[in-house]
């Protein structure tokens, strides 16, 4: 190794790092969650447009379901809206909608509106729920197995390539295990 | 028209702003200790921020609960460990030192240290260079 290769290896080892860089960038910004494979929070909320019923953790135990937190403010969330609808039509697993930091007159109408692909939808007003689940971006989906455990978390609009990749074959390996 | 609608924007943007409920210490000490907390917690949403310096609504959620858990008595460890539990060690402007993390708290001590064996061996050989000068003179 001579005192000309030396400036070349470093400026390979630099564009490695340049190119590297610039592949993950798109996906730098989202953060692991520590609740993977951990128990879902408990949460106890109402049932938007309901009053008076409420719905807890415990009563969605013994079946997978997603926790899709939404909100009618949220650009994306009508991104990944027909993805949702695609995959409720299908009838696979219980969709629970957690709508949070949002007005109960705003997400009816926008339910309305866009139709509403969810099997529940319960209200989160103030965000205490989603502060539990380490929510910090909309839509963030969450996808909790019979016993209550999370197993996957996903920070974006859904996309059926996704539901098909990765949540889908995680359903699949629930039942087969219950079985 | 223009200039009507911009004060009317601006005077709806100040409604919001005096409706956010500012926060009340007990003493001056909770206060500091509140100010340096939510200086060392990132906000997750513009993720270069600190909590105190945010304006995204998480950051005004999360600063609400730090408040509320400094009332209700609980330790700073407490505190960071709550959002740690919820976002990770992200979360955190002073990562903890541990097994993912050795990486970057012992980088800047192994750059400073393979600097300094680059500098010493160039050193050597400039003098070693130098010396064979020297002798080389001496003999003509």
């Keep these: ?179 | 028209m223009k200039m009507y609608s911009l004060l009317t924007g601006l005077l709806l943007f100040s409604a919001i702003v005096f409706a956010q409920e500012p926060l009340v210490f007990e003493n001056q000490q909770q206060q500091d200790r509140f100010d340096r907390l939510t200086q060392e917690l990132r906000c997750l949403v513009c993720q270069n921020q600190n909590l105190a310096d945010s304006d995204a609504p998480l950051a005004h959620d999360l600063r609400r609960e730090v408040h509320k858990m400094l009332q209700s008595g609980q330790s700073n460890e407490q505190i960071k460990q709550f959002l740690v539990d919820r976002y990770g060690d992200f979360v955190l402007y002073r990562p903890p030192l541990q097994k993912n993390t050795y990486l970057l708290w012992l980088a800047p001590l192994i750059l400073f240290l393979g600097g300094a064996l680059v500098v010493g061996s160039s050193i050597k050989k400039r003098s070693a260079l130098l010396d064979a000068d020297q002798h080389s003179q001496k003999r003509d």
């Design chain 1, 1 to 179: 190794m001579n005192s000309r290769t030396i400036p070349l290896i470093a400026f390979i080892l630099l564009v490695i790092l340049l190119v590297v860089g610039l592949g993950i960038s798109d996906r730098k910004t989202l953060i692991p969650s520590p609740l993977i494979d951990k128990p879902a929070p408990a949460f106890s909320l109402p049932v938007l447009g309901s009053p008076g019923r409420t719905m807890s953790k415990e009563s969605l135990l013994g079946q997978p379901y997603l926790v899709n937190f939404w909100a009618s403010w949220c650009v994306s969330c009508r991104v990944e809206h027909p993805a949702l609808t695609e995959l409720a039509k299908r009838n696979l697993l219980t969709i629970i909608g957690l709508n949070f930091r949002d007005e109960t007159t705003d997400a009816i109408n926008w339910l309305t509106q866009f139709g509403d692909p969810y099997d529940v939808n319960l209200s989160d007003l103030d965000g205490r729920v989603s502060i539990d689940f380490g929510v910090y971006a909309a839509p963030e989906t969450f996808l909790v197995d019979p016993a209550g455990t999370i197993v996957y978390k996903y920070i974006g609009p859904l996309t059926m390539e996704i539901i098909e990749a990765d949540i889908l074959p995680l359903v699949a390996a629930m039942g087969t295990a219950s079985r």
